[in-house]
T-cell receptor, first 114, second 113 residues
């Protein structure tokens, strides 16, 4: 089954404790992206990657890091989480070379930083 | 600033009624997407509109795109309770086709008897 898989789905952590949210897709998509969703703000892009070893900042990259060492994986790293990073996070991917640019989303990871 | 704005943000409808959600965006694009999100769930793709004048229909939902007006509409016909969800439009404002989408704030739709 074609899917984007995120882990963990739920996480409560404390300020300053490094964490990683993993994202993996099995559709051989070149493009992957991370969004955060907050009430009233829609989805805002954090980082994106057009292919292996190619990443770039989105609209709200502060406090986040990413890496793209393999085509299927795109982890989101919070080196020193703060309470304002409490949010619902979505990973998404698309096949852009021959596709429509349509994004396929993971199930989401709800993060709470105390 | 690149913006995508939806109107209304909250919509309470009676079953059987018709209504339209509007999506305006701030710069030229010929790629627009509509997504649905149920509470606590992920985003599900509804429509992909890739050219001026594109119209897509699925059940009671119909989406259209006017690139000259920078406007897309999502029309709901004879609403039923199952349509209650949050609807997002998203626009490729990057000028590419790889899915760097900017999302609207979302429209929370509630359909009641």
């Amino acid at each position: 089954e074609a899917q984007v898989t995120q882990n963990p789905r739920y996480l409560i952590t404390v300020t300053g404790k490094k964490l990683t949210v993993t994202c993996s897709q099995n559709m051989n998509h070149e493009y992957m992206s991370w969004y955060r969703q907050d009430p009233g703000l829609g989805l805002r892009q954090i980082y994106y990657s057009m292919n292996v070893e190619v990443t770039d900042k989105g609209d709200v990259p502060e406090g986040y890091k990413v890496s793209r060492k393999e085509k299927r994986n795109f982890p989101l790293i919070l080196e020193s989480p703060s309470p304002n990073q409490t949010s619902l996070y979505f990973c998404a991917s698309s096949l852009y070379r021959e596709g429509t640019g349509e994004l396929f989303f993971g199930e989401g990871s709800r993060l709470t930083v105390l | 600033e690149l913006k995508v704005e939806q109107n209304p943000l909250f919509l309470s409808m009676q079953e059987g009624k018709n209504y339209t959600i509007y999506c305006n965006y701030s710069t030229t694009s010929d790629r627009l997407y509509w997504y649905r999100q149920d509470p606590g769930k992920s985003l599900e793709s509804l429509f992909v509109l890739l050219s001026n004048g594109a119209v897509k229909q699925e059940g009671r939902l119909m989406a259209s795109l006017d690139t000259k007006a920078r406007l897309s509409t999502l029309h709901i016909t004879a609403a039923v309770h199952d349509l209650s969800a949050t609807y997002f439009c998203a626009v490729d404002l990057s000028g590419t086709s790889y899915g760097k989408l900017t999302f609207g704030q979302g429209t929370i739709l509630t359909v009641h008897p």
